[in-house]
């Protein structure tokens, strides 16, 4: 377990004594299914630990609060499970329409005994219709692997009146732009675009939120 803390630690990362447990929990198991199941090209345990488990939880600083937040068009896990664990005062939906996704997550909340997670099969567009999850989410967050204005379009509808949405991206000024000009549309602006590292490698955080 010490391995996962050092490392927690060297992003300026503090977690108790529980949370080192679970992550260390989940770093076996993940391994154990990626040995087994394609899941991930990255099978060497300090990447794991850098590249999915850190790179999910940059995002701590801005979760001070008990909001409900909303994965839509998860990357498998990330950054959702992460999140619940080192964020037990929220309440996470993961949204996904893929079944072989699902079934993957719902194994690893039950292994890892997460409670203040829980997932949501099916489209986007079909369960933002639904009272259940239309405008009920204070923060929309993806690991954006696909082309930000249909994240956006997909995300838009769960999203409470004031708040705002956070994805994860590699650094790209052209999209970044384009973006801006997209959401102005939509009466949305970017806050902020806040980068990071992780093992040298620059990544950012887009805030968006409603204009004014």
């Known amino acids: 377990m010490n391995n996962i803390e050092d490392i927690f630690k060297k992003y300026e990362i503090d977690l108790d004594s529980s949370q080192i447990e679970i992550f260390g929990k989940f770093l076996k198991l993940f391994l154990e299914k990626n040995s087994h199941v394609n899941l991930s090209a990255i099978r060497d345990e300090e990447w794991v630990i850098e590249k999915h488990f850190i790179d999910s939880v940059m995002l701590n600083a801005d979760l001070d609060f008990s909001w409900k937040i909303l994965d839509i068009w998860t990357w498998w896990w990330f950054p959702w499970i992460p999140l619940a664990i080192t964020n037990p005062q929220s309440e996470f939906v993961l949204m996904d329409s893929t079944r ?3 079934d993957a997550v719902n194994y690893f909340i039950q292994e890892l ?3 203040n997670a829980r997932w949501v099969w099916g489209r986007a567009e079909d369960l933002a219709k639904n009272d259940e999850y239309k405008k009920q989410f204070d923060l929309v967050v993806s690991r954006a692997t696909a082309y930000l204005p249909q994240i956006f379009e997909w ?3 769960f999203l409470k009146k004031w708040w705002m949405m956070v994805f994860y991206k590699q ?3 052209s999209e970044i732009q384009d973006w801006a000009l997209y959401i102005e549309r939509k009466w949305f602006k970017i806050l902020e675009v806040r980068n990071y590292f992780i093992q040298g ?3 950012i955080f887009i805030f968006i939120g409603r204009r004014g």
């Open 113 to 115: 005994g997460i409670t």
């Open 155 to 157: 995300a838009l509808p």
């Open 201 to 203: 490698q620059e990544r």
């Open 100 to 102: 072989k996704k699902i």
């Open 171 to 173: 650094k790209n000024e």
